[in-house]
């Protein structure tokens, strides 16, 4: 049982139009892990240098997230710099040093091998593979990808992509790696390669979930304060994985809708504030509330 | 009582992905009414010229629109010819030949100014004025406006402003006539210079609807055969402003809510062919299965 998360733990530095923060924790695995320590206790696979901070691994236990498999490897900590825009889709890379992260190649800790939920994020396809061999039998194979191994990789995507049950992605990527510029149309061609549901993220558009013969849409919350997009994308993974492993549901669209809404509950939290500090100050209540409002946001 | 819907009516040439199709019947007013017509029975206030076919008069009165205010002039039919991209959203103006809508100055029938709803769509905000003096005592008056009057005209559009109870605008214009980078500052902004209700269509990603205390948000439908996205809006307030008229509601929020759902299910089925040939081909019971499939669509 358990959720297990492979992705990058980094330093991030940002500036958006609300301020500048320089080399803060960061890193697809810890936004998507610190969501889902809300509703469970996730397993974190990643790579890190020694420069990582030891209150940062202490932060990621005292949220009952299992580090055995984060590494701490001679070097230094991925670190990603990037600026947003007013808008906050407007988002340019400036720096990206890979670091440690390069050439993470993951061995998962014996009692990580036996995980429900596998969540395989931004990595090289052909890693991907060799991770999917050391878990057992996992019930749900999540991926979410970028553009850059989707038009590098494509073959290797596609033929993991037969093994992953929810794909998660933005719009731009599902139509880029279905070849289909309808969006609805790139989904059901990309559920045909495997995926039991294609979640397409739309950002401050929510995201439109869509299973072998359903359709969902899930709003983003309607925020008057964004400060800082980053890990909206991750924390929404978060949420939708953590509620699963939390009820061991695997594949029921009832149960697949109501993950889709924590998981845009949780990115509309991250969003508030800078890097992960709205999610350190979250209490569960607030995620319940906000829950509630979505139900009433779109009742009618 | 009844709906006055003050718009064009038009001549467009369109060219997209799907096909071109030269010179049929446009223009937000024919829209709007034909999407109305489905609810109540619309009263059309626009200006054409002696070049319009007579059966495309014949097809408003067979849909029950009352034709009276729709004067014809000497002179030609305003045409508009635009191309768009594999991406709906990309659309590039070709050609714009206002021709006797240039000069458009309504007098309203007599019987058109006990009307309880109003709908100023994309004219000369001090043409709005004009109008709303002609108008007894209306219930609710709603507006549209594109951003050529709101870079060009400011200042009288915020007067007009005041006296709308429901104002249209997608994203773009409403960030742009309120100056606020943030989509929920911004028609909150908005919403204290009169409005009750701030209707912001976002196309594809569907509409957010804000109320002084409430936020109501209905998805677009996801369309796999989008063939011409013209008049998707104007279809939008044809059914929220049909509705409305049909029940004699004009402030209740959970009647605007619904009143939302019909306007995106309006626009959902006008992309679905060339212009008005999806909307002439619709039955009622289409509409009423739309509208459950809404529901089904975000229900968790």
Redesign the interface.
């Known amino acids: 049982m358990s959720l297990i998360v492979i992705c990058s733990v980094a330093f991030d530095t940002l500036e958006t ?1 609300h301020g500048r923060r320089e080399r803060i924790l960061g890193g697809s695995g810890t936004y998507c892990s610190l969501a889902a320590s809300f509703f469970t206790e996730p397993k974190l696979v990643a790579v890190v240098g020694e420069d990582f901070p030891e209150d940062a691994i202490e932060l990621f236990k005292s949220r009952g997230i299992d580090v055995q498999g984060l590494k701490i490897q001679s070097g230094k900590t991925f670190h990603w710099e990037a600026r947003y825009g ?2 906050p889709n407007q988002r340019t890379t400036i720096k990206t040093e890979l670091n440690v992260f390069g050439d993470f190649r993951p061995q998962l800790p014996q009692d990580y091998r036996e995980a429900d939920i596998v969540f395989l994020a931004n990595i090289d396809p052909d890693v991907h593979e060799d991770i999917l061999s050391q878990v057992k039998s996992p019930k749900l194979v999540a991926m979410d990808t970028i553009n850059f191994w989707i038009k590098t990789k494509p073959d290797p995507l596609l033929k993991v992509l037969e093994k992953v049950h929810v794909y998660f992605g933005n719009d731009e990527e599902i139509k880029t790696l279905a070849r289909e ?5 790139a989904g ?1 061609k990309l559920l045909e390669r495997g995926p039991s549901f294609i979640v397409i993220k ?1 950002g ?3 995201a ?1 979930v ?1 299973g072998k013969d359903s ?5 983003a919350y ?5 400060i800082d997009p980053t890990g909206a994308g991750d924390s929404f993974a978060g949420g939708f994985l953590g509620y699963l492993d939390k009820i061991k549901a695997f594949d029921k669209e ?1 149960e697949i ?2 993950a ?2 924590y998981g845009s509950v949780m990115a509309s939290f991250t969003i508030e504030d800078f890097g992960i500090s709205r999610l350190k100050s979250l209490r569960l209540e607030d995620i319940e509330k906000r829950f509630s409002q979505f ?1 009433k ?4």
């Open positions: 139009p007013d808008d510029p309808n969006l609805v149309r059901k739309k401050e558009h929510g439109l869509l359709v969902f849409g899930v709003l309607p925020c008057e304060k964004v009832e809708r109501k889709s809404v139900k946001l779109v009742s009618f």
